[in-house]
T-cell receptor, first 108, second 117 residues
């Protein structure tokens, strides 16, 4: 079993829809990262969080440390949001452990 | 300057060639990382430099040789690669050193797309 599980693996939405991507992990962590990767491109760090909730524009990330679960929400989705979204966790003093990613496609 | 830059963007090389990938950051970050990413897979850690010293080598074959000449620059020297080494090579940096610093955000570069013929 992977230490980091993401769901869904693939997600197709219509423009304007509210999107949720989930991440569950099995180890104690010091932080959780949400990353975005466009096709053929580098990785952009969206959020790093260790508790509660963070918001940036149309993106919201939440984490529940007790339940070892995090969600990434996108409000009013747009085709330019189409990308792979990766959850990564960092156990204390250790390296990032990545999930397999969620491929999001937003159709106009 | 708040970004990690990587050159070249694309590289095609033969199995007998010697080439180098370059990564640079001017954010004063003290940890720098090399990752390898195959298509539709998450990045795999290769090397970590912390305060310009090699801290982690994830059992990477010796045909990959990292170098950290100074705190802003990270190189990956390539020699006698195999076609299966074709991948996206990502560099990242984070503010603190690796050891004992939890939760430091990693800033990724755009990557070098490497093709080995």
């Amino acid at each position: 079993k992977n230490e980091v599980e993401q769901s869904p693996q693939n997600l197709t939405a219509q423009e304007g829809e509210f999107i949720t991507i989930n991440c569950s992990y099995s180890v104690g962590i010091s932080a959780l990262h949400w990353l975005q990767q466009h096709p053929g491109g580098g990785i952009v760090s969206l959020f790093m969080l260790s508790s509660g909730k963070k918001k940036h524009g149309r993106l919201i990330a939440t984490i529940n440390i007790q339940e070892k679960h995090s969600s990434l929400h996108i409000t009013a989705s747009h085709p330019r949001d189409s990308a792979v979204y990766i959850c990564a966790v960092k156990p204390s003093g250790s390296r990032l452990t990545f999930g397999e990613g969620t491929q999001l496609t937003v159709n106009p | 300057d708040t970004e990690v830059t990587q050159t070249p963007k694309h590289l095609v090389m033969g199995m007998t060639n010697k080439k180098s990938l370059k990564c640079e950051q001017h954010m004063g970050h003290r940890a720098m990382y090399w990752y390898k990413q195959k298509a539709k897979k998450p990045p795999e850690l290769m090397f970590v430099y912390s305060y310009e010293k090699l801290s982690i080598n994830e059992s990477v074959p010796s045909r990959f040789s990292p170098e950290c000449p100074n705190s802003s620059l990270l190189n990956l020297h390539l020699h006698a690669l195999q076609p299966e080494d074709s991948a996206l090579y990502l560099c990242a940096s984070s503010p603190g050193g690796l050891a004992g610093v939890g939760g430091n955000e990693q800033f990724f570069g755009p990557g070098t797309r490497l093709t080995v013929l």
